[in-house]
C-alpha cells in the first residue's frame, strides 16, 4: 500500500524555521521525483520545490529561493523540506508528492502557520 506521511508542521513565528519531513513506503522511492507543494486558502497550489530521483536535482519557486531546501534519503524513503526565515505568507497547508511514470502519490498534508 502507498503511503506518503508528511509531519513537522506548526505554529511559527516569523523568521523562525520548520523542517517538514514526507516518508514514504509502498513503492520504489529512489525512482521518484519528490516535490512539496502547498495551498492557502482561496490560492491555487503552488510548486515549493523539487528534487529528481536521478542526479538529485532540486529546484524552487522564486518566492522560496534562498529560505527553503529540499534534500532527500533515499535509504530512509523520505524527503526533507528545510523552511527557514519564515514569513506570513508561506502559511500554507503544505503536501508531499511522489512523481514518476509510474504513478503519482500525494500524502494528506502539514498544516504551516506563520503568525506572531
Known amino acids: 500500500q502507498v503511503q506518503l506521511v508528511e509531519s513537522g508542521g506548526g505554529l511559527v513565528q516569523p523568521g523562525g524555521s520548520l523542517r517538514l519531513s514526507c516518508a514514504a513506503s509502498?513503492?520504489?522511492?529512489?525512482?521518484?521525483?519528490m516535490r512539496w507543494y502547498r495551498q492557502a486558502p482561496g490560492k491555487e497550489r503552488e510548486l515549493v520545490a523539487a528534487i529528481t530521483s536521478v542526479g538529485g536535482r532540486t529546484n524552487y519557486a522564486d518566492s522560496v529561493k534562498g529560505r527553503f531546501t529540499i534534500y532527500r534519503d533515499n535509504a530512509k524513503n523520505t524527503v526533507i523540506l528545510q523552511m527557514n526565515s519564515l514569513k506570513p505568507e508561506d502559511t500554507a497547508k503544505y503536501y508531499c508528492?511522489?512523481?514518476?511514470?509510474?504513478?503519482?502519490?500525494w500524502g494528506q498534508g502539514t498544516q504551516v502557520t506563520v503568525s506572531s
Open positions: 509502498g513503492f520504489r522511492f529512489s525512482m521518484y521525483d
Open positions: 508528492d511522489a512523481w514518476s511514470r509510474w504513478g503519482d502519490y
